[in-house]
């Protein structure tokens, strides 16, 4: 995201500093050095751990990183440029599962996490909320699941992709390796995503969280048979115990989103698709 998240900035008209794992977001002094000496406008907060197999296996550098990491920014922020605005890169996965055929999440569902890496981000988020009853300018992008080009195989989509791409350049054997394919996940392209963030940033726009969601689920099982046909391929499926999670079903609303900023995702899924095939077999050629 953040790759992607400075160009577009930029050509937005922003003069962009960026920091990754030069700067531990848990240090509030150097954060707060930072922002002293930059008095950015805007402050976007994308750290995080961002995988949930990650956070059970290192639940505590999850909290650290998540929500000690979110409320070292925020307090950098109150102190050293507190007229900035401030948008955290929250999640939509504290929201958990709904029943199939119930209405979408809105910004007024409960929270009900149920991994580490969900209830990090749901006190990140709440988090958010306090600092912006206090005064700052909040926003909380509660974002879907989004892929695209670039993505780590960490995520499913990606790891479908990834091993499609091998299946079919004979670097593999014919088999792919999976989890649960009965969820159902709302999924967004990256750069929509990115379109929501450039609308948040807009300071015009109240604070409080907003759902970046396109509204309609997708069942990952039709989202991999999607993937193999366009690898041309059809490999035997294996699940394996390790990936598998429990059924779920995640579907966004968007609508306080479209209303305050007129947002709306743009990329067809197939579309969406067909980029990220097309950068792992370019990546898997390339190995």
């Known amino acids: 995201m953040g790759r992607r998240l400075v160009p577009r900035l930029e050509r937005a008209g922003f003069a962009v500093e960026a920091h990754d794992l030069d700067l531990d977001v848990r240090d509030t002094a150097a954060l707060e050095t930072v922002l002293a000496r930059t008095k950015p406008g805007l402050l976007v907060h994308l750290a995080a751990i961002a995988s949930v197999p990650e956070s059970r296996r290192a639940p505590e550098r999850t909290f ?99 091993q499609a791409a091998e299946i079919a350049a004979g670097r593999r054997e014919a088999v792919l390796r999976v989890g649960n394919l009965d969820s159902v996940r709302d999924f967004l392209d990256v750069e929509d995503v990115l379109d929501a963030y450039l609308a948040l940033a807009d300071p015009g726009v109240a604070p409080g969280p907003y759902n970046v969601a396109s509204g309609h689920g997708v069942r990952v099982g039709d989202a991999l048979d999607a993937i193999l046909r366009l690898c041309g391929i059809a490999p035997r499926i294996r699940v394996e115990a390790s990936r598998v999670r429990p059924t779920d079903h995640a579907v966004g609303d968007a609508a306080r989103l479209r209303a305050a900023t007129g947002w709306r995702p743009q990329a067809p899924f197939q579309e969406t698709l067909a980029r990220l095939v097309a950068d792992w077999r370019e990546r898997v050629s390339d190995a």
């Open 64 to 162: 650290e990183v998540n929500y000690l990491g979110t409320h070292s920014v925020l307090e950098a922020v109150a102190r050293a440029c507190p007229e900035a605005r401030v948008l955290l890169a929250c999640s939509a996965d504290p929201y958990g599962s709904s029943a199939p055929g119930a209405a979408p999440f809105s910004e007024a569902s409960p929270l009900r996490p149920r991994s580490p890496y969900a209830r990090t981000k749901a006190a990140a988020d709440l988090l958010g909320g306090v600092y912006a009853a206090r005064g700052l300018s909040v926003v909380r992008a509660r974002a879907f699941n989004h892929t695209g080009p670039g993505q780590s195989d960490a995520f499913v989509l990606a790891s479908f992709a990834r």
